[in-house]
């Protein structure tokens, strides 16, 4: 008995975006550890910087940092305020 298939009204669901959203924060999230690790690591392995340039990574890491938190947060992350 031969048959034949007929798909009928078959739609694909739209993509959910909040599974979106947090796999790109997640990934966003990572660049930037990432960044922080790199900015911080001359200062903590002992390398020769300038006050000046201490100042200039140790900001931008808090950035980094805040950047993270940020990115967690609005996907669902709980943080102390």
Do not use: Y
């Not at 390398?47 to 967690?72: H, T, W, Y």
């Amino acid at each position: 008995m031969g048959g034949i298939l007929v798909k009928i009204g078959c739609k694909m669901t739209d993509p959910r975006d909040w599974p979106n959203n947090a796999s790109d924060a997640r990934d966003r999230a990572a660049e930037a550890a990432s960044d922080g690790i790199r900015t911080l690591e001359p200062l903590v392995m002992g390398g020769g910087v300038s006050q000046e340039e201490r100042f200039v990574r140790e900001a931008r890491a808090l950035n980094l940092f805040q950047r993270i938190a940020r990115l967690l947060e609005g996907v669902g992350a709980k943080t102390r305020p």
